[in-house]
T-cell receptor
């Protein structure tokens, strides 16, 4: 059974810092991996999607990497801003199925 | 593009009543839609996978007679919580996977907050 773990559960940093959020998974048989952002009481916004054959994806200040062999993905946020404060979720699409398995999320707070 | 809407965005109901939540893909067709439930400070848990024109596939531990899913068209899926009880209070989120495209990407709705009194 695929298990997804996100560390840390919560993170608070001052504005302007670069930071890394971690996601680990137990089964490398994945189709793709997505990083989402969720604001309180809201739905999910897709940030980046990495196919299993890819190593990384970039969008603006965000960079996500994928290392299937070690079962890890990282989300790098450069020059953090207060508007980046949210919960960040990673999710894996399991091979052979359409199911997304989510991690518990990292609650990020950027302090002005 | 790839916008998914949900209606209502929030609902309060009395225990024992039924509540219907709609999920629509606004600018694309989706053969498959998914229903998730999220309790406070927890992650999303898949409840069921809904395919247009066929019966939904429920995850283990989800009562299919309590959570009725209908996927009548390529742009609409509905979740009906029957005889709702306070423990059903949660945030319900749907997602849709486009008919076209190769990424197997899911696009999420804004969620529906259900409170059962």
């Amino acid at each position: 059974k695929q298990e997804v773990t996100q560390i840390p559960a919560a993170l608070s940093v001052p504005e302007g810092e670069n930071l890394v959020l971690n996601c680990s998974f137990t089964d490398s048989a994945i189709y793709n991996l997505q990083w989402f952002r969720q604001d309180p009481g809201k739905g999910l916004t897709s940030l980046l999607l990495i196919q299993s054959s890819q190593r990384e994806q970039t969008s603006g200040r965000l960079n996500a990497s994928l290392d299937k062999s070690s079962g890890r993905s990282t989300l790098y946020i450069a020059a953090s801003q207060p508007g980046d404060s949210a919960t960040y979720l990673c999710a894996l699409l399991i091979q052979g199925a359409q199911k997304l398995v989510f991690g518990q999320g990292t609650r990020l707070t950027i302090n002005p | 593009g790839a916008v998914v809407s949900q209606h209502p965005s929030w609902v309060i109901c009395k225990s024992g009543t039924s509540v219907k939540i709609e999920c629509r893909s606004l600018d694309f067709q989706a053969t498959t839609m998914f229903w998730y439930r999220q309790f406070p400070k927890q992650s999303l848990m898949l409840m069921a996978t809904s395919n247009e024109g066929s019966k939904a596939t429920y995850e283990q531990g989800v009562e299919k007679d309590k959570f009725l899913i209908n996927h009548a068209s390529l742009t609409l899926s509905t979740l009906t919580v029957t005889s709702a009880h306070p423990e059903d209070s949660s945030f319900y989120i749907c997602s849709a996977s486009p008919l076209s495209g190769s990424a197997n990407e899911q696009f999420f709705g804004p969620g529906t907050r259900l409170t059962v009194l």
